[in-house]
C-alpha cells in the first residue's frame, strides 16, 4: 500500500509514523503500566514476562526483554517516584485490516505518580457498579490490548465519592474495576474471578493469589453472580500501582475496610504505600 497523499493533525502536516499507525487506527498493540518507586521498577521483570505473552497472543513479535528493561531504565532515569507504561505497536504495513508485520514499535513513556489519598488504603474506597457491559471475546481475554473504549465509556458519569467502577459480563457476573482486578473474601476463601472471556489478567492480580497460597488460603478462581460479591465479608481491587485498595462500600453494600484477611494479605503483599495526607 502507499502512503496517503496528506495527514494533517490539528491543521498541520505530520509524517507517516502516525499517519500509519495500526495502534492508532485500530487498537493493534498492547500495554502494560508498572510503578517505579525509591529509584527501583517494581515488578520490571514480570511485567515483561506479560508484555511477552500479550504480544505473542496478538501474533507479535515481542522485543528482548533485556532491551525494554534497559529503555524502562533509561525512559525513567530522571525520577525516583513515577509511572512507566511500555506500549508495543504492530509496525504498519499500509492500510486496511489485515497486518502484514508481526514487527513491533516500542513506545515507552514515564508519568508523574497521581496524587493517591491515603484514605484509599486506610479506610477503603467507595466504588459503584457500571452500567455498561464487557464483551466477551475469550482471544482477548487477559489481554492488555490498547483497545479499553469499554473502559472509557464505563468511566464517564461516575458520582461524586466514587473511586472505582465494578465491570459486569453479558451475564451480569463481576469481572473487575475500570482499571483493577477484583477481588473478595468469603468463608475464609480468597475469590477473583475467572478471565477467560474478558477482563485483563494484571500482574498483581498474579501476586495476589500467590500472597493468597502463601497464606494457606483456599482459592477459588470462577465467575460468580452479583449476590455473590455483595455477600462478600471482604472486598479489594488491585494493580500494579496501588497494591490493594480495600472496598468500603459498593452499591448499598457497606464494609469494614480494610478486613483483616485483606490486611493480612496486604502485609505480605508489601507493595509500597502511596497514599499522601
Keep these: 500500500m502507499s502512503a496517503p497523499l496528506e495527514t494533517w493533525l490539528n491543521g498541520s502536516r505530520v509524517g507517516d509514523a502516525l499517519a500509519f499507525s495500526r495502534g492508532l487506527h485500530y487498537g493493534d498493540g498492547l500495554f502494560r503500566t508498572l510503578l517505579k518507586y525509591d529509584s ?29 528493561m534497559e529503555e524502562a531504565a533509561a525512559v525513567s532515569a530522571k525520577v525516583r517516584t513515577g509511572v512507566v507504561k511500555i506500549l508495543l505497536l504492530r509496525q504498519s504495513g499500509g492500510r486496511g485490516y489485515k497486518p502484514q508485520s508481526a514487527q513491533v514499535d516500542r513506545l515507552l513513556q514515564c508519568h508523574e505518580l497521581p496524587d493517591f489519598p491515603a484514605r484509599h488504603w486506610r479506610e477503603g474506597i467507595a466504588a459503584i457498579r457500571c452500567g455498561l457491559r464487557l464483551g466477551r471475546q475469550p482471544a482477548l481475554a ?90 462478600a465479608e471482604e472486598a479489594f481491587v488491585t494493580n500494579s500501582l496501588i497494591g490493594i485498595w480495600p472496598l468500603r462500600s459498593l452499591e448499598q453494600r457497606v464494609w469494614q475496610a480494610p478486613g483483616p484477611l485483606t490486611t493480612r494479605l496486604a502485609a505480605v503483599l508489601r507493595h509500597p504505600y502511596l497514599g499522601f495526607s
Excluded at 40 to 67: M, R, T, Y
Design 40 to 68: 527501583q521498577l517494581i515488578d520490571l521483570k514480570l511485567q515483561i514476562i506479560k508484555v511477552s505473552h500479550d504480544a505473542q497472543a496478538l501474533g507479535l513479535e515481542p522485543p528482548p526483554a533485556e532491551l525494554l
Design 142 to 231: 487477559g489481554i492488555k490490548h490498547l483497545n479499553r473504549l469499554e473502559q472509557v465509556l464505563a468511566s464517564r458519569d461516575w458520582p461524586e465519592g466514587a473511586v472505582e467502577g465494578i465491570l459486569c459480563d453479558e451475564r451480569g457476573a463481576p469481572i473487575c474495576g475500570t482499571r483493577s482486578n477484583l477481588f473478595w473474601v468469603r468463608d475464609g476463601s480468597l475469590h477473583t474471578p475467572a478471565l477467560d472471556g474478558c477482563g485483563v489478567a494484571g500482574v498483581m492480580r498474579d501476586k495476589v493469589l500467590a500472597c493468597g497460597t502463601a497464606l494457606g488460603l483456599k482459592l477459588r478462581v470462577e465467575s460468580r453472580p452479583w449476590s455473590v460479591l455483595l455477600e
